[in-house]
Nanobody, 127 residues
């Protein structure tokens, strides 16, 4: 089992940047594919980005492609979401998630597939 804790959220102006972190504790984090999701009030949870166990494969949601990037440091048991060119519509609670996988190069896209979730961190973007 793994515990996940997000940090790095806050208030930023449109066009600005934030970097979110997701620190994993418990079982070795490099046994997991990781993902970032977000949920705005009244909306469904949305896939933002995912990364494979070995960090070599990443995928991003259509709404953030070219602006957000995901990467991981397995030595630090941490996954990051770099968010650039933020827009007001990016405002949401951002969650990281973990899925134990044997395969090293699979990215998981669907929220229902993930087994572990953090508590979330709020991102607010002012126009």
């Amino acid at each position: 089992q793994v515990q996940l804790e997000e940090s790095g959220g806050g208030l930023v102006q449109a066009g600005g940047s934030l970097r979110l972190s997701c620190a994993a504790s418990g079982r070795t984090s490099n046994a997991y594919a990781m993902g970032w999701f977000r949920q705005a009030p009244g909306k469904e949870r949305e896939f933002v980005a995912g990364i494979s166990r070995n960090g070599r494969i990443t995928k991003s949601g259509d709404s953030v492609k070219g602006r957000f990037g995901i990467f991981r440091d397995n030595a630090k048991n941490t996954v990051y979401l770099q968010m650039n060119s933020l827009k007001p519509e990016d405002a949401a609670v951002y969650y990281c998630a973990a899925k134990p996988l044997g395969a090293p190069d699979i990215v998981v896209l669907t929220p229902n597939t993930y087994d572990y979730w953090g508590q979330g961190t709020q991102v607010t973007v002012s126009s």
